[in-house]
């Protein structure tokens, strides 16, 4: 697959209004909405470089089609920082054409540079499609989550 025409970069701020069509496209693949309060914290959080809340944008024939948003944080099993993928949206029309791999190579890159010990996400079970890609470029764990919203 020839992917010379999908470009990844950090987001900046002249980005905001594509990402947010994307980002709102994302929740409503995820059934949910947020507040806009949280939005705009979201995109100003990406932005700023005291929070370590990174976001990457994909390209294709210089089209905005994807994001991922990254969190590095310390850990006890490690002296160097983990690399959280939090998100990652590719636009539907654009989805099998090397997009997510692009902004997941993207992420490995910027987790390398950072010298973090390992980039980790997680998916829903059902998402077969994405997960038939990241079994492709990662390993699946046999860990479980569990949640308490608090």
């Known amino acids: 697959m020839n992917n010379t025409s999908i470009k ?18 994302y929740l409503s693949f995820y059934e949910t909405a947020l507040p806009l309060s949280v939005v705009e914290t979201t995109w100003r959080n990406i932005l700023d470089d005291n929070v370590a809340i990174y976001g990457f944008g994909a390209w294709k024939d210089d089209m905005f089609v994807g994001f991922t948003h990254v969190v590095l944080h310390p850990n006890t099993w490690n002296t160097t920082d983990c690399c959280y993928l939090e998100d990652l949206y590719v636009s539907e029309n654009v989805r099998g054409q090397g997009v997510g791999r692009a902004l997941i190579e993207q992420v490995y890159a910027f987790a390398n540079e950072k010298d973090c010990n390992r980039v980790y996400w997680v998916t829903q079970e059902d998402n077969t499609s994405a997960r038939k890609l990241y079994d492709d470029i990662a390993s699946l764990t046999d860990m479980v989550q569990y949640r308490k919203k608090l």
């Not at 980005?15 to 980002?23: E, G, P, T």
């Open 8 to 25: 990844t970069a950090p987001l900046s701020k002249t980005d905001y209004d594509l990402w947010l069509v994307l980002w709102q496209d």
